[in-house]
């Protein structure tokens, strides 16, 4: 189970308006987990939570696509603490397949963007 203290992470994204969904496969497939409530600087602690492909495996380098449940940006970051390349996705965007991230993500930022990031509209 997540830590509390860093985020909240579950199957949904229980009300909250900033709600990042990172998914095991590509195209929004295989198992996923919710992010909500605030950053989180090393996704070593979080493990994808539903059924499907990747259950139980940590979230940490393994996220293939994302999805943005939220009216403000989300960015993933390939280092742990907001590092390296990113990609960053929009209000409601979709990434089927993350494009500077893909399976090398260790951290992300809720209600951010950067103009240096790859961007998912």
Known sequence: MAPQALASSGSGCGGDFNCLRLFYNSNRSGSSTYFWGSNVSDLASYTFLTSGTGKGLVVKNN???AL????YPATVFYNSNYGGA???LTAYAIADRLHNTYNNDASFKLNYSSSACYTFN
Do not use: E, I, V
């Open 63 to 65: 996220a293939a696509s």
């Open 86 to 88: 990113c990609d960053t």
């Open 68 to 71: 943005n449940d939220s009216p």
